[in-house]
């Protein structure tokens, strides 16, 4: 199971260590594991914590923590994907998460995340490709939709990188530790999301070329207009993709919706 989903069990001490210091656990926290493996990072959570919940999709690994473990009071395991699981049905935390998470699943279980107001922080593991377009600025190739979702939803923050050889088995590629911090409210509205991305989306399907003429054809508004909205939003009228911050794309976003839908 490990090797079909990518996953490479930490087994490095100082790596482990590096990561519980990072995620700044309480007495009262309450501490949700993603994919706890063979439970390193587990046990230094659970000292720590008030609870620990542990997600483990392997049937065998999730079986076996507990007793790996001690039988420790307060950990709960959950035999699950944490994609398929009903987030609703946890207690409402607010929840600190902590996860190396398997490289193929990565994206996936970050974009969930993002859409579960339940958590506070998260300190998460990727390829260290992932986390740099994770926490990207406007202007670089790294820069693209996952940079925009994120920082919607939450602060982020490249924290470290992990070496190969603190895996078990040692990947291919190079890893890093993200550290995430919901926003109290998103920056985009959930109720503009759809349309925000929307628009995102069909520039950077195209990135290299400039925004203004491939928005133009993508949504079905004159060059005028929405020349008009770049300006209206102080862009350059030969801006790329990449060069247009979260806030630039959601002004746009914003008057494009008018010059679409007249709304």
Same mark, same amino acid.
Do not use: F
């Given at each position: 199971m490990g090797a079909r989903l990518d996953q490479h069990f930490l087994s490095d001490p100082r790596a482990r260590d590096a990561i519980v210091a990072l995620a700044r656990l309480r007495p009262d926290d309450r501490a949700l594991e993603i994919g706890p493996g063979r439970g390193m990072l587990t046990k230094e959570l659970l000292s720590r914590a008030r609870e620990v919940l542990a997600v483990e999709l392997d049937s065998a690994l999730a079986a076996r923590l507990p007793e790996v473990l001690g039988g420790p009071a307060n950990l709960r395991v959950i035999n699950a994907d944490f994609l398929e699981l009903n987030l609703s049905s946890l207690e409402p935390g607010p929840w600190k998460v902590v996860a190396n998470l398997p490289y193929a699943v990565a994206t996936p279980i970050l974009q969930r995340l993002l859409g579960w107001p339940a958590w506070q922080q998260a300190v998460l593991m990727f390829q260290k490709e992932v986390a740099q377009r994770i926490v990207a600025g406007p202007g670089g190739c790294d820069y693209g939709l996952l940079t925009l979702s994120v920082a919607i939803h939450a602060e982020a923050e490249l924290a470290f990188e992990v070496p190969r050889e603190s895996f078990s088995p040692k990947p291919k590629v190079a890893s890093a530790v993200v550290l995430l911090r919901? &926003?109290?409210q998103p920056l985009v509205p959930a109720e503009e999301q759809a349309w925000f991305f929307r628009v995102a989306r069909a520039a950077f399907g195209q990135r290299r070329k400039m925004a203004l003429g491939v928005l133009s054809r993508a949504l079905g508004v004159s060059r005028e207009t929405m020349a008009e909205a770049f300006a209206a939003c102080s862009l350059p009228l030969s801006a790329?993709? %990449? %060069?247009?911050? @979260? %806030?630039?794309? &959601?002004? @746009?976003?914003?008057? @494009?919706?008018?010059?679409?839908?007249?709304t």
């Open positions: 919901r &926003r109290p790329r993709a %990449e %060069e247009i911050s @979260l %806030e630039g794309w &959601r002004g @746009l976003a914003q008057r @494009l919706a008018i010059a679409a839908h007249g």
